[in-house]
Each structure stands twice: as structure tokens, then as C-alpha cells.
């Protein structure tokens, strides 16, 4: 079990094992870092990675997203669960939606993918998972 949830720690998580000769089934998104199977074959594993669900945005995103954010209460907040999600959000509806909106990101790499997007980051999880963004917008 990593100690945090991305994908650095989990790599850690297999640094007291022999990986050579292993056999790894590795299902995820369509969308995800190359890290784990990189580094798990680079330590001499065979890494199968299998395309377990695939993020789609649906057709009326721009639309509804125009709507919630120019409605005369627009959000307090908005949550980024993964790069994916910021990216396809600022895809479908910009950055200047999110002008006076807080945004929290649920860990390292979705600040990172969100400020490269221009976004301002005013919470981050100190872990990585639901409960830790939680927590970070209810300090923030």
C-alpha cells in the first residue's frame, strides 16, 4: 500500500521487492502518467497496462458550464480531481469562468497541470484522496 496516493508512491511502495521476471497487470484510465509501468519495467518487471475507463466530456458541458458560472450565484468553489478534469473542464469552459471561483486540487499534480492552465490554486489535499480535498476546502 503507498503511502500517498500517486503514482511516485506507489513505484516506492515495490522498492523492498524482486521484480524481475514479475508478471504485472496494471488496469487505469486511457488518460494517466506513464510512471509506474515505466519504472516497474525499467526494475525489470513485465508490465501489462490494460485501458480499464476512458474519460469522456459530454457534448453540453460548454453549455452548462456557461450557465453554472455566469448564473447570478455562481459556485463558491470548484474541485479539480485530476489533470484530466482540469483540463477538459478549461476546454469546455475556459479559465475566465472561474474568476473569483476558489479552486482546490486534490494533490501535486493537479495544481501543477492547473496552474499551467492559469489558475490560481487557494487549497491543495494534504492527501491525496476525497476526504483530504474535503478537508483542504473546509481550512481553506
Known amino acids: 500500500m503507498p503511502e500517498e496516493y500517486r503514482a511516485e508512491s506507489l513505484v516506492q511502495a515495490f522498492a523492498a521487492h524482486d521484480l524481475v521476471g514479475k ?51 455562481k459556485a463558491d468553489w470548484i474541485a479539480f ?27 501535486p499534480v493537479t495544481t501543477a497541470t492547473a496552474r499551467g492552465h492559469g489558475l490560481e490554486i487557494a487549497a491543495e489535499a494534504a492527501t491525496y484522496t476525497i476526504d483530504g480535498l474535503i478537508a483542504a476546502i473546509l481550512r481553506g
Open 23 to 73: 508478471r504485472i497487470l496494471l488496469p487505469r484510465a486511457a488518460v494517466a502518467r506513464d510512471v509506474v509501468p515505466a519504472e516497474l519495467t525499467r526494475r525489470g518487471a513485465h508490465v501489462d497496462v490494460v485501458e480499464a475507463y476512458r474519460t469522456v466530456v459530454p457534448e453540453d458541458a460548454p453549455q452548462r458550464a456557461r450557465e453554472i458560472f455566469t448564473a447570478e450565484r
Open 81 to 107: 480531481t485530476s489533470s484530466s478534469t482540469v483540463k477538459n473542464f478549461v476546454r469546455a469552459a475556459g479559465v475566465e469562468v472561474l474568476r473569483g471561483v476558489r479552486v482546490a486540487s486534490i494533490g
